[in-house]
């Protein structure tokens, strides 16, 4: 993967050689194109003038499913992006056709000299970086606390001491455990049912906390199922969409734990990747130091996707009953009033439009 050169970030849409957006961006924190707010003084950087439209980004954990597709999305806009991933879950190939459009530091975020390095210079951090499963999280709690939790310590450090100006945190709404109503609206109790779960917790109200505080701008987005193209289903913890739509495509049987009567919120990924370039660019006043869902704004049971996608791939997949698995939790739904008030979130991509897109990717990759 080839850096970008840094002598011509005066003109980065010249030096991606891509598309710039129809408009531009409004700057962090002053949606009404205002000057920027001023910086606090950095430990390691030396600051330059950054053009109100044009941000410097980092997105941790940009070479996994959802990181791969935010990086995307910001060399489109037209923003300088450098990607730090350890590669632990991560793949290169998700990268590959970006070659020499983004920097990519390959790195371990629980190691604070790898978050000082990512953050040196950088306006906005996306942090995706995570181990983002629940069933990994019961065989091995420590490398998930320690990923999850002790990394996003350091890089929160980091983030403050280099003067960021807005750090966005993939949170999760597993934080919701099993609480009763739906949908989930953000200020009820979080109920961790997992260690993943209290880990996503955790790392979120660090990064609110900081925010409160005065000492970072910080907004956490929680996200609801994310499904999409790159999201491997090939990984013993892989999720229920791409594991479903991998039986349809080799005809085995696919693995229903529970009573498929569960229901999730599946959001597609497009629409994720929206909320997260809407929350980088939302008033300081209103977003810093908030939790936000993230949703697809309708629940569907697990027995439900699978006859949606029987329709969407035109194969009849069956599947074996399995117990239910601890940790998971019976039903989702997100409340997104507050993504809409606050962002302007709506969902975009429909669950039989984004199966049938996430399908044509899986069959291209055999
Ligand atoms: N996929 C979902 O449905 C979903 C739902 C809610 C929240 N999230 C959150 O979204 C984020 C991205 O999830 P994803 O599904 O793309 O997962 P993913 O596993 O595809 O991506 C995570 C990336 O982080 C990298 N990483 C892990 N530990 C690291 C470390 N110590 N240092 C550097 N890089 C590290 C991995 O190599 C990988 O590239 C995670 O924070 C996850 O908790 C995902």
């Known amino acids: 993967m080839g850096s970008v050169d840094r002598a011509s970030e005066a003109s980065p849409s010249r030096e991606l050689g891509v598309a710039m957006p129809a408009g531009p961006l409004p700057s962090i924190g002053s949606p009404a194109g205002g000057p920027a ?3 606090p003084s ?47 879950t991560g793949i290169r190939d998700n990268l590959v056709h970006l070659d020499g459009q983004l920097e ?21 951090v996306f942090h995706l970086a995570a181990l983002a499963s629940v069933p990994r999280s019961l065989t091995n709690p420590w490398a998930t606390h320690d990923a999850n939790v002790n990394a996003t310590l350091h890089l929160i450090r980091a983030s403050q001491a280099a003067g960021v100006r807005r750090l966005v945190y993939a949170s999760s709404s597993s934080v919701y455990g099993d609480m009763p109503t739906l949908p989930k609206t953000e200020s009820a109790e979080a109920l961790p049912r997992s260690p993943y779960a209290a880990a996503k917790l955790a790392g979120e109200q660090y990064v609110l906390a900081y925010a409160r505080g005065g000492l970072l701008n ?17 990984s013993p913890y892989a999720a229920v969409v791409p ?19 569960q229901t999730r919120d599946f959001t597609y990924v497009d629409d994720v990747v929206t909320a997260n370039v809407l929350a980088a660019s939302a008033p300081a006043d209103l977003a810093n130091g908030m939790v936000i869902n993230i949703g697809g704004g309708r629940r569907t049971s697990l027995l439900a996707l699978l006859q949606l996608i029987m329709q969407v791939t035109g194969r009849e997949v069956k599947w074996e009953r399995r117990p239910a698995r601890e940790g ?24 039989d439009e984004g199966l049938k897109r996430t399908w044509n990717w899986l069959r291209s990759t055999v």
């Open 328 to 351: 998971d939790v019976r039903d989702s739904l997100a409340s997104l009033d507050r993504a809409e008030r606050i962002l302007g979130y709506r969902p975009q991509v429909a669950l």
């Open 42 to 88: 950095a430990r390691r950087v030396t600051w330059r003038s950054v053009a109100p439209s044009k941000w410097t980004c980092l997105v941790t954990g940009g070479a996994g499913f959802i990181g791969s597709h935010l990086a995307e999305r910001l060399v489109q806009l037209g923003h300088h992006v450098r990607v730090t991933d350890d590669f632990s």
């Open 243 to 261: 594991a479903f739509l991998k039986a349809a495509l080799w005809c085995e049987p696919a693995m229903l734990f529970g009573d498929g009567g």
């Open 218 to 234: 910080g907004v956490a987005l929680r996200y609801f199922n994310v499904f999409g193209p790159r999201q491997n289903p090939h």
């Open 37 to 39: 707010p001023e910086r």
């Open 104 to 124: 990519l530091l390959e790195g371990d975020l629980t190691d604070p000299g790898v978050c000082e390095q990512a953050v040196e210079q950088i306006d906005v």
